[in-house]
């Protein structure tokens, strides 16, 4: 069984700060690490995808991937009341053409 | 205009009854996939198809049948509801691209109940 962990939250940041959202998975020989936004009944939205060892900047986004200890984690930094939302997590497992979304994890930024 | 697009946005049906939720995109994607999303599940997909005559099932593809009419076109079709498909459902897209992840791209989703 192919499996994407993340904490449900809520994590709660103030204004202004870095918030770090983590992501385990378990099979060690996937390739692709994606990271979703998900408003409150709306679809997912891409941030961005991952695949080598290391932290991949975009903006205020920082992906960050351990493939020895196979967690994948985001950092929003300058967090904004705007970045409240679910963050999913997802995996393309190798061998696989399908990803694994992990259930999310709910960022609250208050002011 | 959207890229992809979900009809109806919302349904409210009776148990027993056919249903079909209908997925168009203008990406120009090969691959479409089908999810439902449940509080506190996450995504999980029901059914995949990577071109016009290639259907898949995913890992909840029971009580649900799928239809690829045309590489810009994927239906899916819930043949007597029952309350328990209650959920979320999103058509999404994606196109394989070389040094690039396959990357999954999702319409604005159907909220369907079924009573």
């Known amino acids: 069984q192919k499996e994407v962990e993340q904490n449900s939250g809520p994590l709660s940041v103030p204004e202004g700060a870095i918030a770090s959202l983590n992501c385990t998975y378990s099979d060690r020989g996937s390739q692709s690490f994606f990271w979703y936004r998900q408003y409150s009944g709306k679809s997912p939205e891409l941030i961005m995808f991952i695949y080598s060892n290391g932290d991949k900047e975009d903006g205020r986004f920082t992906a960050q991937l351990n493939k020895a200890s196979q967690y994948v984690s985001l950092l929003i930094r300058d967090s904004q009341p705007s970045d409240s939302a679910t963050y999913l997590c997802?995996?393309?497992?190798?061998?696989?053409?399908?990803?694994?979304f992990g259930a999310g994890t709910r960022l609250a930024v208050h002011p | 205009d959207a890229d992809v697009t979900q009809t109806p946005r919302n349904r409210i049906t009776k148990t027993g009854k056919r249903i079909m939720l209908e997925c168009s995109q203008t990406k120009g994607h090969d691959r479409m996939y089908w999810y439902r999303q449940d509080p506190g599940l996450g995504l999980r997909l029901i059914y995949y198809?990577?071109?016009?005559?290639?259907?898949n099932k995913g890992e909840i593809s029971d009580g649900y049948s799928v239809s690829r009419q045309a590489q810009a076109k994927f239906s899916l079709s819930l043949e007597s509801a029952i309350p328990n498909q209650t959920a979320l459902y999103f058509c999404a897209t994606s196109a394989p691209s070389a040094g690039v992840p396959d990357t999954q791209y999702f319409g604005p989703g159907t909220r369907l109940t079924v009573l």
């Open positions: 997802a995996v393309r497992p190798s061998g696989y053409n399908k990803l694994i």
């Open positions: 198809s990577f071109d016009v005559k290639d259907i």
